[in-house]
């Protein structure tokens, strides 16, 4: 089995994590996290929309998209 190595970031995510005694506290972080993830794929879609790389059209487009894989029987 291949060994795993961990890069600074989740190191640091298992050191924070060590402190945590309580299930409430450990929601309290993830929801941080999932905050934090939300806030940067709203700027992203902030700048894509700003510098005109998603439009209207686009995103209308979306509603017909269908991008499923195709599996032969």
Do not use: C
Not at 10 to 21: N, W, Y
């Amino acid at each position: 089995m291949a060994a795993t190595v961990l890069n600074e970031a989740q190191l640091e995510l298992l050191r924070l994590m060590a402190t945590f005694d309580t299930p409430e506290a450990v929601s309290d972080l993830k929801q941080s996290i999932s905050n934090y993830f939300a806030q940067k794929a709203n700027e992203e879609i902030d700048r894509l929309w700003a510098d005109g790389t998603l439009t209207d059209v686009k995103v209308e487009g979306f509603r017909t998209l269908h991008e499923r894989t195709p599996y032969n029987r």
